[in-house]
């Protein structure tokens, strides 16, 4: 009974795959461990070793392996190198000069050797493939991805194993820390340790050896899976004699036990059972701490990527949240790289993410715990003088705080002053002007209520309650010809934050102040724009709104309506007209978190939340349909869009904060229009939402307006 064995390693490529360093290695290392007498039994002149040689070279050597043997020979084939398929998906081992576009003449196809293993009398033939084909991937990191499908049928037969790297649709790697390939190292490692006889009989069997190699390369790297593709007895073939009585051995496999249950992570316990196992098999400290060592790595190595992976995750988040596509992606690909399990994955995520603070709270505590840890080191190094400097800060810091409340209390008497003052000139102010007339309204408010239905009461549906209270607003009312008249409704002081989360193009949230201002009650109609000018741009009724007006037809309209009020008539601000469809609310609709065809005119198939679909109108309706908001304007979403004075920009950075219109930078022939319309979703509907259109044009999207003056004359 003979043992012979070909190992072939291909590190260097002239043609157009990527060097494998360890590939030699590879070979070299596996070759001393079968050659040893104590552990592999192989006679040095039965083990051919090929490094860096062609397809003849390869072919001819495979060809000594396998002719002339008797039936109880065991034969053994290692190959680490590039492995490739063909658009066939058959089987290539590469050499030096492999050209991927001409596998057949310049690679060894596997369906050759399958020939040759089916011609010899060996009934015991092991084929171990470290395989790979070339990619891109990052520092450290050398992808194999060998192909394996249909691989069995390719070589399979009689007192068989093939034991593979990977499956078909995964990578193996050369990582750094490792001499070898990782599935290579630890193939070595468990024939030269004697760790991979798990039943302790004294042989290394071929499906011992596969199991020992996949736990640790699964604990090295989480996406990376050996397979092993046993035929009839195929997984009963002894590869190697391990020492029985061996105590290091003994050892070894004791503590992988103790290391692996936690994990890799040693706690006093877990100490405690290394010691005791130490002495247990009378190991010296240097081999103990050897052993650990080498079992540790793995564990290392995948605590380290770990941390590599969040420290990933944190300095992404500085710069891009949420992620986008290709960052997301790039997430991905760096979380298969590192071979990470989903469930780190996903606790680092949420450790990261969850409690997210702003950066202002992030740099503070980072300046609270240099100053913490600064104190700290300081009062070990000089405690007598920090009790010295203590007294002396104390004594200053209460001066400070005498000094800050008196300041404070200054600040307070001043600010009360003024405040008085404010209301003084407001009061004085108030009663200068004419006292405008008022009309009541009532204001809705939607609350969406879930309740059940359905069989047995296991289904849900949602019903949609208002509330209703009364509500008053100060307007003047101007006459424009015939008896036509427009209604403007006070808009009062006041602060607000504008824009949302939603789009980028509705940020930042921001804070705006804005003077007294008033605005057309409601979008200005057909009979007013009639009035003003002259002719009818529509067969609808006279109160619909006026629709399919150009940006620059608006501005005619103010132009000859201030000529013929008086007043100065113009297009509101985006800010003015945000601020006075919110009217001091903060939901996305000001009649709250959504809203249904019962209080708006809008796209019904399409509501916002979990409001219940409605009617689709599919037109205008009166400008004085449905509720207003909490300041008397009817209509701020749905109906017809309407124009605001300002260019468009693609967000909010450098908005005037007064309220005015910005009208420096952007796109100057795109202006603003809010408010949705009857043809569109709920969600362009929202108090924030913006978009933009040509000026000179506002048929296609059937553009309506309303007015605002800043002052009444």
């Not at 930042?508 to 002719?535: D, S």
């Not at 919110?582 to 005119?601: K, M």
Request: charge should be negative; include cysteine; hydrophobic fraction near 35%.
């Amino acid at each position: 009974m003979g043992r012979y064995a070909l190992l072939v390693g291909v590190s260097n490529y002239t043609v157009d795959l990527k060097p494998l360093p360890s590939a030699a290695k590879d070979v070299e290392a596996l070759r001393q461990v079968l050659v040893n007498p104590e552990i592999g039994g192989f006679a040095e002149l039965d083990v051919a070793v090929l490094v860096d040689a062609e397809k003849g070279a390869i072919e001819s050597a495979i060809y000594d392996l396998f002719a002339n043997r008797k039936t109880d020979d065991l034969l053994l084939l290692y190959f680490s190198g590039h492995g490739v398929t063909d658009s066939r998906n058959d089987f290539y081992f590469t050499g030096t000069k492999t050209r991927k576009d001409a596998l057949p003449p310049t690679a060894v196809s596997s369906t050759y050797v399958h020939s040759l293993m089916n011609q010899s009398r060996s009934k015991r033939q092991v084929v171990i493939l470290d395989c790979c084909h070339s990619g891109a991937f990052p520092t450290g990191m050398t992808a194999k991805d060998i192909g394996m499908a249909n691989l069995l049928p390719k070589l399979g037969g009689e007192g068989r194993a093939i034991l593979t790297a990977s499956d078909s649709t995964q990578y193996a790697f050369e990582q750094e820390g490792f001499e070898l390939s990782l599935y290579t190292h630890f193939l070595v490692e468990g024939l030269r340790t004697g760790a991979a006889d798990r039943d302790d009989d004294g042989h290394v069997s071929v499906d011992e050896l596969y199991e020992y190699v996949r736990d640790k390369v699964k604990s090295a790297n989480n996406n990376m899976s050996p397979e092993f593709y046993p035929v009839k007895e195929g997984h009963r073939i002894v590869l190697a004699r391990a020492a029985q009585d061996d105590p290091k051995l003994k050892f070894r496999k004791e503590i992988t036990k103790i290391i692996s249950f936690r994990n890799g992570k040693i706690f006093p316990a877990t100490r405690q059972l290394i010691i005791n196992a130490k002495l247990k098999y009378k190991i010296v400290e240097t081999d103990a701490l050897e052993i650990e060592q080498e079992i540790l790595k793995p564990f290392i190595e995948y605590d380290n990527n770990l941390k590599a992976y969040e420290s990933l995750i944190k300095e992404t988040i500085k710069h891009e949240f949420p992620f986008s596509e290709i960052t997301q992606l790039e997430i991905e690909n760096c979380e298969i790289d590192f071979g990470l399990r989903p469930n780190d994955i996903k606790e680092v995520k949420e450790r990261i993410f969850e409690p997210r603070q702003t950066e202002h709270d992030r740099l503070f505590e980072d300046q609270q715990k240099k100053v913490a840890e600064a104190a700290r080191l300081n009062r070990q190094q000089e405690e007598s003088e920090q009790l010295r400097l203590q007294q002396v800060a104390a004594a200053e810091r209460q001066k400070q705080e005498q000094d800050r409340l008196s300041l404070l209390e200054q600040l307070k008497r001043q600010a009360e002053e003024e405040e008085r003052r404010k209301r003084q000139r407001e009061e004085a102010e108030r009663k200068s002007k004419p006292v405008q007339p008022e009309f009541e309204f009532e204001i809705l408010k939607v609350r969406l209520v879930k309740e059940s239905s359905g069989f047995l009461g296991l289904g849900t549906k949602t019903k949609v309650e208002l509330e209703r209270k009364k509500g008053k607003a100060q307007y003047i009312r101007e006459n424009l010809a015939n008896g036509v008249t427009l209604v403007l409704v006070r808009i009062p002081t006041g602060k607000f934050m504008m824009g949302s989360n939603e789009y980028s193009t509705e940020q930042p949230i921001h804070e705006a102040t804005l003077k007294e201002f008033w605005m057309g009650k409601y979008t200005v109609t057909n009979a007013q724009w009639q009035a003003i000018m002259g002719t009818k741009p529509s067969k609808q009724y006279d109160s619909q709104p006026v629709v399919g007006v150009s940006w620059d037809d608006a501005k005619e309209f103010c132009k000859k309506a201030s000529e013929k009020t008086g007043k100065s008539i113009r297009l509101p601000s985006e800010t003015e007209w945000e601020y006075a469809c919110r009217a001091g609310t903060t939901t996305p609709f000001h009649f709250g978190e959504t809203i249904t065809p019962d209080l708006v005119n809008y796209d019904g198939n399409a509501p916002y939340g979990d409001a219940p679909k409605g009617e689709y109108r599919q037109k205008t309706v009166n400008v004085e349909s449905f509720s207003p908001n909490a300041w008397g304007l009817y209509q701020m979403h749905g109906n017809v869009w309407e124009w605001c004075e300002d260019i468009w920009h693609e967000n909010y950075n450098g908005i005037p904060q007064d309220g005015s219109a910005w009208l420096d930078g952007g796109e100057q022939g795109q202006r603003l229009l809010r408010g949705g319309s009857f043809k569109y979703y709920a969600f362009s509907c929202r108090s924030a939402h913006r978009r933009r259109w040509h000026a000179d044009d506002g048929v296609v999207i059937k553009a309506g307006f309303r007015v605002v003056a800043s002052v009444l004359s």
